[in-house]
């Protein structure tokens, strides 16, 4: 079962899709600033290899921390993923980059944690 909230404020709900995968149910909604501290947690959490895959770069600890402090959260949005236990395995940010003569243009980043992959 995946359960899903769009904003930050409104509970986790049940879809009406039944489970037959046969794995543990996720959780998603939407995360604020007031996740900076989950999100630090989350990214900190990533592998060296991992981090290549979603920074661009093997980031070290305080590029991390500074990515972190400077989300912004009423431009982009960022979508959080949580096992049974509550805890965050997984994050979508979706950042928007200033607009140009083409466009709105964005880019999306997803990483999850090697213990939630299957």
Known sequence: MTLLSTQADEPILASVRSMTSGHAPV????????????????????ASDDRLLRFGQAAPDHV???????????????FGVFDHQLHLV???H????PADGNGRTAEFGVSVLESARG
Do not use: C, N, Q
């Not at 979706?94 to 980059?97: F, R, V």
């Open 27 to 46: 959780m998603v909604r939407v995360l604020t600033s007031a996740d900076r501290e989950r999100l630090l947690a989350h990214f900190l959490a990533l």
């Open 64 to 78: 991390i921390e500074k990515y972190v402090r400077s989300m912004d959260f009423t431009r982009d949005t960022v």
């Open 90 to 92: 997984g994050v979508g």
């Open 94 to 97: 979706l950042a928007y980059l």
